[in-house]
């Protein structure tokens, strides 16, 4: 009878959620409402379906989620298809489709935020607000959950609520926080130190001490002429800082010589790499640098529009970037005819992302800038031919771009001396986990992986993962190895392990993150980064046998060979590298001798317990069966 | 048209012509590589991955690249059956594929090309899905449960048809076929039988209602010759599901008409 | 000259959440099975009626697991043979049981003995002689290593024929065309 109580009140919880959330929809959304404010949003971006995403965000903004009343008024507006809207909004986890809660809170997930506590931080926010994890409260109030890493890493355990960033949270700031949502005081109304982002710049090389004046790039390149300002980005030996080290004179060239209706200029700003957050401090405090190597690159490949990729959780920077990019058009900076030259028109306008790593790799990036969804294209055509609308593009990282006015002020000669032969320049880290000092520090190219540990005062280390999860886990006997693209290419992750830390737990970590942020478009990799976490779930809840070890080198294999694009072959990278350097770590989760279920038998049989009052020996199974 | 660039698909010379695929240009002479999302009356997208070649060695989606003279293009070998056999399962266990009781066994790409890679399990936990089938349509049912997410009937009823009936939402392993309609219901879209994506697709979701066994089990496609083998009709895909759509007049809401 | 007598290889058979329908297949290997019969005895099986398992050469399972006993019988397999067959679909994926699974166990005993239509008083029986189902189906080698696997709903006793003679030949089990089949 307890059992049929139970079940009825069960049943009339979940009534009343329905009720409750049809009583807030209807409160807040008569259809005349839904149109005036998406018409003025709709204004703003010229009904352009290329600005889909970014009316989505907009219209997300008035309500918390958009509301299906919303979708209608958009595709009737737009002229697009309701399917196409809902598959967009779908794509993007910082988009809603349904009610998500007046106070949308998600702690940040990185292992460093992990090591720093955030989930008991989160377990006592939800006990506090009667909620729990990815559910939204009965009363629509508030829903509490993780994302992936919110470039908060020197500064963590982070969070964000609505999307604006909070850090350094601690026990008493749960507190405070769970008393505020309960009051439902608006965000806007809780403490400005809550917000507080520090730059916690550490190392100044020659980008970060670099004080060039708003226009002096430009001022030299149209001084020294456009083809031998390409000449000393290309003598420069400047690679992109985004990881993968292509030239980037010779991309500038390659796309500056490929025809097309226009060209394009995208800054790519989704720095969703775990353990990375140089971007949100460059674009803090070098903004003007940054758009001003944008605008040198418009003037070499003859671009009239570009575009700053600022992913979602850095959306707090967005107010300051668009003052800055107010200030240069007043400056002549931007807009037309730059600095009174004829023909020299460019401007950039900034898109924001929604909570998709996957549009961090540029076809991927210049699907979303297209209203789309996030899904890497094919590959060839690249980006520098075949981009934003098909046309030429050239894709470069916020460091890139910042370093490129340095080039142009100081001479391609001067900057190719600084690093190495093969890696010229200076590299910013963002440093973060085990260590006194985490922030940024910039070397030039070649520094060791010892002497950064050093510097930022990291003691007892057991391993550094540097370029973050899909870069790569080195150990202590490699502490000699440097940071340059023929030896530890990085975008600049540098998260840092102690002795006491656990690195299956790290990989573990690494591999969620890859299932959640798989764009699911290939079978490999929506299906297999999945599997993967699965098993490394299974070693970690005490169920591994050899067997299981063998089938994840298995996955990885396939992984590696079949996936779509470079989230799928790096997907196990944490797993086949902690396994190489860190063995003793999967050995002990490897207990069984024989094969054992991944789940728990005996948990299985809990729900029939319940339901006949049972606890009888027959009524329970051991979970595993040992042959002798 | 120059007739003289070949590449060999394990051993064989294959002719091709400039802009066509590497499995195009297999399928025109007649050589079967393992596929889903590819038909040859649609854009190729490259999401399966079943089609993986090894291409001068590397490994690609044969649908997306195309050869280049004297390419030595692997297909046929064990690596990489074993791989495409791990990628089905993968569907097979993401999905729910329950073949006794779906009206498609026999005439289904994905269980004809599992017989002929001779897959005997799902290998892989079952993931178990709750996927609620659609049957709003008069004419028309939806089974969600075995959607391998290959986005042919979004292609066709996109590209073919310009209704854009269909589409894919969510992302990951979240990733769900969505269609047109508020109500999130078949009935409330536009689709109809003469539709292109109402024939395109290679697992049962979408099926026409009330002639689910006019073909008996015993008499289907691929019951009594394997996949692999099935006769070629002038170099189309002997295997995709071909519409009749194709020969239909266009419908009138399809684009530039 | 005396060929030494090659001693009967030992087979188990069993039923967990199937049909038995995989069992009557096995039956279709019609006249086959007195050839069988000369190469094989049969331990635990319904054949028999042997109510546990002793050491053997091969066991076959037909039927996934839906309740605890169904995972004490397979542990029992697992442990006394020495090659374990998935048989059917069941075994194999989960099955027609396997339905189930997008539901709540608890919801379904509920819809059952509570609130079906026509039931009185009804109540979810809890005599202990009553094995307790999981909260849902596995297909068996969720739970326990299997070694072969004979697809088909059920397979044909061509099918079946043909594994059990490719084991006892030594060679390793392959189903052409026509005999692999899922449904």
């Known amino acids: 009878m307890t059992i049929n109580v139970h079940y009825k009140l069960t049943r009339m919880s979940v009534e009343s959620d329905k009720g409750s959330y049809h009583q807030r929809v209807f409160m807040i959304s008569p259809e005349k409402t839904h149109a005036e404010y998406l018409d003025t949003i709709l204004a703003h971006h010229q009904h352009n379906a290329n600005n889909l995403l970014q009316i989505l965000i907009a219209a997300q903004d008035v309500h918390g989620y958009i509301h299906s009343d919303a979708i209608d008024h958009l595709s009737e507006q737009m002229a697009l298809p309701r399917s196409k809207i809902e598959g967009v909004a779908g794509f993007y986890s910082f988009l809603h489709l349904q009610a998500a809660g007046d106070y949308r809170v998600l702690f940040s997930d990185n292992i460093t935020d992990r090591m720093a506590g955030n989930i008991d931080l989160m377990k006592s926010l939800c006990s506090q607000l009667w909620v729990e994890p990815g559910k939204l409260s009965e009363d629509g109030l508030v829903c509490v959950g993780t994302t992936s890493c919110t470039g908060m890493c020197d500064q963590g355990p982070g969070m964000l609520v609505n999307n604006i960033a909070i850090n350094h949270i601690t026990a008493e700031r749960i507190n405070a926080i769970a ?137 707090y920077l967005l107010p300051h970037l668009q003052a800055v990019l107010q200030k240069r058009r007043g400056q002549n900076l931007l807009g037309t005819s730059i600095l009174g030259h004829e023909g020299f028109d460019f401007d950039i306008a900034i898109h924001l992302g929604a909570g998709a790593y996957i549009c961090g790799e540029e076809s991927a990036l210049i699907e979303s800038l297209e209203g789309k969804r996030g899904t890497p294209r094919n590959r060839p055509p690249f980006p520098v031919t075949h981009g934003y609308l098909n046309c030429p593009t050239v894709v470069n990282n916020v460091e890139t771009f910042a370093s490129t006015c340095l080039i142009t002020t100081h001479g391609g000669a001067w900057y190719s001396g600084i690093g190495t032969e093969t890696s010229c320049g200076s590299k910013i880290l963002s440093v973060s986990g085990d260590c006194e000092r985490p922030g940024l520090y910039e070397y030039p190219f070649g520094v060791t992986i010892a002497q950064v540990l050093a510097d930022c005062g990291a003691q007892d280390t057991q391993a550094v993962q540097v370029s973050g999860p899909s870069g790569v886990c080195i150990s202590a006997d490699e502490f000699n190895r440097r940071i340059a693209f023929d030896d530890l290419a990085t975008a600049g992750a540098f998260m840092i392990f102690n002795q006491t830390r656990d690195m299956f737990e790290v990989a573990r970590n690494f591999v969620h993150f890859f299932a959640h942020e798989s764009c699911g478009f290939c079978t490999p990799c929506r299906v297999g980064t999945q599997l993967l976490s699965n098993m490394m779930d299974k070693l970690a809840d005490g169920n591994g046998s050899p067997y299981d070890f063998t089938e994840i080198e298995k996955l990885n294999v396939l992984l590696q060979s079949t996936s779509h694009c470079g989230l799928g072959h790096s997907a196990c990278n944490p797993v086949l590298n902690t396994i190489e350097k860190f063995r003793p770590a999967y050995d002990k989760r490897l207990a069984h001798k024989d094969f054992i279920p991944a789940f728990d038998l005996d948990r299985a049989l809990s729900q029939a317990r319940q339901m006949t009052g049972r606890d009888d020996t027959g009524a329970h199974l051991e979970s595993s069966h040992e042959s002798k | 048209m120059n007739q003289n660039k070949t590449f060999t698909l394990d051993g064989k010379t294959i002719p091709y012509t400039e802009g066509q695929t590497i499995i195009q240009a297999a399928m025109a002479a007649g050589e079967y590589i393992p596929h889903l999302c590819f038909n040859p009356e649609l854009k190729a997208h490259g999401s399966c991955k079943l089609c993986t070649v090894k291409a001068n060695g590397r490994q690609t989606a044969s649908c997306t690249q195309q050869p280049t003279p004297e390419m030595v293009v692997e297909s046929d070998t064990q690596e990489l059956n074993d791989e495409r056999r791990a990628l089905l399962q993968m569907l097979f266990v993401e999905g729910n594929h329950f073949c006794p009781s779906c009206e498609k066994s026999g005439d289904c790409q994905l269980q004809a090309t599992a017989y002929v890679l001779k897959m005997m399990s799902p290998h892989y936990n079952q993931f178990y899905p709750d996927r609620p089938v659609d049957a709003s349509h008069p004419e028309y049912l939806l089974d969600f449960n075995r959607c391998i997410l290959c ?107 | 000259m005396n060929t030494p007598v090659k001693p009967k290889l030992r087979v188990a058979t069993t039923s967990l959440a199937g049909c038995f329908g995989c069992h009557m297949a096995i039956l279709d290997i019609d006249e086959r099975l007195l050839d069988l019969l000369q ?114 709903c059920p397979p044909s006793g061509d099918a079946i024929w043909k594994v059990l003679t490719d084991l006892l030949a030594g060679r390793e089990p392959e189903l052409g065309h026509g005999l692999i089949h899922y449904d």
């Open chain 2, 151 to 257: 986005s042919l009937c979004v292609r066709a009823s996109r590209d073919v048809d310009g209704k854009n009936v269909f589409a894919l939402s969510g992302r990951g392993i979240k990733s769900h076929l969505i269609v047109n309609a508020k109500s999130g219901q078949l009935a409330d879209t536009d689709f109809c039988d003469a539709d292109k994506a109402a024939h395109v697709c290679p697992v049962g979701v979408i099926l026409k209602k009330r002639v689910g066994f006019a073909t008996p089990i015993g008499s289907r496609s691929f019951d009594e010759l394997p996949i692999s083998a099935t006769p070629h009709p002038q170099g189309a895909c002997p295997v995709c599901p071909r519409s009749d759509a194709a020969t239909l007049p266009p419908h009138p809401k399809s684009r530039g008409a």
């Open chain 3, 39 to 152: 190469l094989v005895e049969f331990d635990r099986s319904p054949i028999t009626d042997i109510k546990h398992c002793g050491p053997c050469d091969i066991g076959i399972i037909e039927g996934g697991l839906c309740n605890a006993e169904n995972v004490h019988v397979l542990r029992e397999f697992r442990a006394n043979c020495k090659i374990l067959i998935a048989i059917g679909a069941c075994a194999i994926n989960g099955g027609l049981p396997a339905q189930r699974n997008h539901l709540s166990l608890s919801s379904i005993l509920e819809e059952v003995y509570h609130a079906q239509h026509g039931l009185v008083d009804g109540f979810i029986p809890n005599d202990p002689e009553l094995p307790l189902p999981l909260d849902k189906v596995h297909p068996i080698h969720e739970v326990v290593k299997v070694d072969y696997f004979i697809p088909g």
């Open chain 1, 179 to 315: 008393e505020l949502i309960r009051e439902r005081v608006p965000l806007s109304a809780w403490p400005a130190s809550f917000f507080a982002i520090e730059d916690n710049i550490r190392r100044r090389d020659i980008l970060l001490n670099s004080q060039i004046q708003p226009g002096a790039a430009l001022k030299a390149m149209l001084a020294r002429g456009d083809n031998a300002t390409l000449q000393e980005i290309k003598t420069s030996k400047l690679r992109g800082r985004g990881g993968a080290g292509f030239s980037t004179g010779m991309k500038w060239e390659f796309c500056r010589d490929a025809a097309g209706d226009a060209h394009y200029v995208v800054c790519n700003a989704d720095e969703g790499e775990p353990g990375t957050f140089k971007d949100r401090v460059l674009l803090n405090g070098y903004a003007d640098t940054v758009f001003e190597g944008m605008t040198l690159c418009a003037r070499i490949i003859g671009a009239k529009q570009g575009f700053l990729y600022l992913r979602g959780e850095y959306r």
